[in-house]
């Protein structure tokens, strides 16, 4: 399948998951279909990259947020900025008509309007695309065309035409960020929790539109897309539209928040929230530890690097303790919960109180790390009572089959062996039910 015919397949099977009479399974069904499709013409670009245009892989990731950005644009009441279009990519190798001045003049603009921070915070993200498409040989015509705009043109055949539906480009720029590359990555803890977990997670959380979120060691953002989807589905349902209206603005400037100390992870970050719609002010750069927290925060949904102190506890439990009333949704090595977690985790109990414990599988971050995680979920603001009980589930067979298979799609290397599933019920309200269907249960006292 060319790409011209994959584009019109994939708007095909669009508008079939939009269909009326659709149940939700359906639905997401339908979409995963279009997920797929995608996928599998990004992993032709991305062995385009490497091959033809030999586009080292940290650049490939900054080069493809950058290319769907400008192709998106921004629109803000009456301040707007047109999206660029292939027409404007002249391949000139003139010192300043070039292509790659042409993208980042517009994605610079971009930027400066979106809301994204400081003056320095800005410039940090545009400098570290203006390194890709000024100072490499990506401008240069090669047979009449920059490699510039070779690849806009693939990605204006594989996912651009989808960038403005978020139920398309939050899950492929999921995929993107999966490409993501980082020297010693497993010795720096930088590991990307994998779409079924943090779907787990947000469920778990049971998150709606009154919310408000943190990961206090946000990566490039895994739990965003989730949350957002979670609420913005919850804002559906309000019929008063003066309050729907309301929540879409919270949603937009002030439900998701994220901290991430490593400038480069930071950086995807900051143009992932630009892609979902959600105020990328509020993604941080720094310490969590000396990073004020919004006092409006009353969920927190973390994978904290495991090889801190009290194996990422440390990080979370000065943060718990400040929040009244909440969820914390915490992914962490299992070892913690079992006396590696030192005083923390007895901090811990001094304010939260542990609701259960989720098992995870052995394999869940195959390929990238070999550690044994366990989902922990506390009630902040609530001190532990030693008399109640905590669930214990394991869920380490998920129903998944995992691969590590270096060029193979999601699909091949995730894979539904007939018993999937995703949901963990609710967890709201004093300890209520929080099934999973086929999952182990054992209710034991703390």
Not at 44 to 60: C, F, K, P, W
Not at 120 to 134: A, H, M
Not at 190 to 201: G, H, R, W, Y
Request: glycine share 6%.
């Amino acid at each position: 399948m060319n790409m011209d015919e994959r584009i019109t397949r994939i708007n095909e099977l669009y508008h079939k998951s939009q269909a009326e009479g659709l149940t939700e399974e359906e639905k997401t069904e339908e979409l995963n279909k279009v997920t797929n499709l995608i996928e599998n013409g990004l992993c032709e670009v991305n062995q385009i990259m490497h091959d033809t245009l030999q586009i080292s892989v940290t650049d490939r990731i900054r080069l493809i947020c950058a290319l769907i950005i400008v192709a998106k644009g921004y629109h803000e009441e009456n301040d707007v900025i047109y999206p660029l279009c292939v027409q404007e990519l002249k391949s000139e190798n003139s010192e300043d008509g070039h292509d790659g001045k042409i993208v980042l003049s517009k994605f610079s603009s971009i930027i400066k309007k979106s809301c994204c921070g400081s003056y320095v915070e800005n410039q940090k993200v545009i400098s570290s695309i203006e390194q890709v498409l000024l100072h490499s040989n990506l401008h240069f015509t090669v047979n009449g065309e920059s490699k510039i705009k070779t690849l806009f043109i693939k990605l204006y055949k594989t996912i651009i035409p989808f960038i403005n539906n978020i139920d398309v480009i939050s899950p492929i720029f999921n995929i993107i960020l999966s490409y993501v590359d980082v020297p010693d990555g497993e010795k720096n803890d930088v590991v990307i929790t994998p779409k079924t977990t943090t779907n787990l997670m947000v469920k778990l959380a049971n998150i709606d539109h009154n919310n408000t979120i943190l990961d206090p060691t946000c990566g490039t953002g895994a739990f965003f897309t989730p949350t957002y989807h979670a609420m913005k589905k919850s804002i559906d349902l309000i019929k008063d539209e003066s309050k729907r209206q309301e929540a879409l603005q919270h949603l937009k400037y002030s439900a998701i928040h994220g901290i991430e100390l490593r400038s480069d992870i930071w950086q995807l970050c900051i143009m992932a929230s630009m892609l979902l719609g959600i105020n990328s002010a509020n993604i941080r750069e720094g310490n969590c530890l000396n990073t004020d927290i919004p006092e409006q925060v009353d969920t927190i949904l973390s994978n904290p690097p495991y090889s801190v102190p009290g194996k990422g506890f440390s990080l979370l439990e000065p943060i718990m303790s400040k929040i009244k009333s909440g969820k914390a949704i915490i992914l962490i090595q299992e070892s913690a919960g079992s006396g590696q977690g030192g005083d923390y985790t007895k901090n811990i109990l001094k304010h939260s109180s542990l609701i259960a414990s989720v098992k995870m599988p052995s394999d869940l971050f195959i390929g990238k790390a070999g550690v044994q995680t366990s989902i922990f979920i506390f009630q902040m603001g609530v001190p532990h009572n030693p008399e109640s009980l905590v669930k214990f589930i394991d869920f380490s067979n998920d129903g998944y089959i995992r691969g590590n298979r270096k060029k193979a799609s999601r699909e091949i290397n995730l894979r539904d062996d007939g018993t999937a599933t995703e949901g963990a019920g609710d967890t709201s309200g004093d300890n209520e039910d929080i099934g999973t269907p086929d999952a182990t249960e054992d209710n034991t006292e703390e």
